[in-house]
């Protein structure tokens, strides 16, 4: 159980939602997807470092960074800075999640941030966090893009996976497409291979091989080498693992010690959140696209959080029946701030039978 409340953030006035394993968020342009999705993804990567810390501590104190607002407090600024979302935070803002292992808040108003275990706090899994940004076809777009200085955000973050996951996964298959993707080790560039035959710079391709190809070979990667396989550790998580391994209480017996040490330090599933997985890509395109994320992405552990205003993305996840999706609708009402609903699992049948383009079908929902 994953349950996030939002209240008076950017264009969202109110939004309360549980997340399931596939959750989808659809709604119109600029009325709050990806800010919804851009706040789940942070919350899942919060609960992650309080998990690993055994503290939530670093969160509730001011933050030191030079360009933080005065009195602003980690958390705020972590979220604002990471996921571009200065100006969002207004004077009654608020967010709060709640896990099976802990609830936390943050209040604008008082500036505070509330914390608390549960009582399933020994019983997480670890995850690699990822979030895929609209911006992903910039590794195509712009050849020389490890060049370019970044802030500290999404989108670099995601071209350093990117980077890590064309060198670990040098050719993947692009869908049924009869196109293959291939990172040239002798000299860094990436190429696309078409009919098996002509061979095309990654830059010189369509805009739809330049936004789908990221995240099947970003997505390869991760659910293959990073949750199922050990990847080399970084100093700073070796130190981060002794730090917690001191932390597990000395009563646990030595199975559930062992058991904690490697669902907490060694990731045991993921928790990935795309934006508009539909960018240019023709509606059977972007049906195929949906069967290889719920084949490869949307299994086990892992789950899949997208943000989309693509019909034919919805109709493809509707039309599996043997997955369980939340879908959650976001719209501006009367012109005011964006409010978020949940529809059950009768309203998503009714959605998706009431017609042959299920998303015109959202307002009749919207309107019940």
């Not at 396989?229 to 010690?257: T, V």
């Not at 972007?286 to 205003?309: F, G, I, P, R, Y």
Request: aromatic content about 10%; hydrophobic content about 40%.
């Amino acid at each position: 159980m994953r349950r996030i409340v939002v209240r008076n953030f950017g264009p969202i006035e109110q939004a309360e939602v549980e997340l399931k394993r596939v959750n989808i968020i659809i709604g119109p342009q600029s009325a709050g997807k990806s800010c919804l999705l851009k706040v789940a993804c942070y919350c899942t990567w919060v609960e992650k470092r309080i998990q690993i810390a055994q503290s939530a501590d670093s969160l509730k104190q001011i933050s030191q960074s030079p360009d933080s607002p005065k009195g602003c407090l980690h958390f705020c600024y972590l979220l604002e800075q990471f996921h571009r979302l200065k100006g969002y935070m207004r004077g009654d803002s608020y967010i709060s999640y709640e896990s099976d292992c802990m609830a936390f808040s943050y209040a604008q108003a008082t500036g505070t941030f509330g914390f608390r275990w549960k009582d399933a706090r020994w019983e997480y899994l670890r995850p690699r966090v990822s979030y895929i940004p609209a911006e992903r076809n910039m590794v195509a777009a712009i050849p020389n893009w490890f060049e370019v200085k970044l802030p500290d955000d999404n989108i670099r973050s995601f071209l350093q996976d990117w980077d890590a996951a064309r060198k670990s996964f040098p050719k993947v298959e692009v869908l049924n497409l009869g196109v293959s993707y291939r990172y040239d080790t002798s000299n860094g560039a990436d190429k696309v291979v078409v009919d098996g035959a002509a061979e095309l710079d990654f830059s010189n391709t369509s805009s739809g091989l330049q936004a789908v190809i990221p995240i099947l070979v970003h997505l390869s990667h991760l659910t293959c080498i990073e949750c199922g396989q050990s990847s080399p550790a970084s100093i700073q998580k070796l130190d981060e693992d002794r730090q917690f391994l001191e932390k597990i209480p000395k009563e646990f017996d030595e199975e559930r010690r062992s058991r904690v040490a490697e669902s907490f330090t060694q990731p045991q599933r993921c928790e990935i959140f795309l934006e508009e997985p539909e960018l240019s890509l023709f509606p059977p395109t972007q049906a195929q696209l949906v069967d290889w994320l719920l084949e490869h992405v949307a299994k086990e552990e892992n789950s899949l959080s997208v943000a989309t205003h693509s019909p034919y993305i919805l109709t493809a996840f509707l039309e599996r029946e043997e997955v369980d999706v939340a879908l959650f609708t976001v719209d501006r009402e009367g012109g005011q701030g964006a409010i978020v609903k949940t529809a059950g699992r009768e309203d998503i049948q009714a959605i998706y039978d009431d017609g042959i383009d299920a998303f015109f079908n959202i307002a009749y929902f919207r309107k019940g």
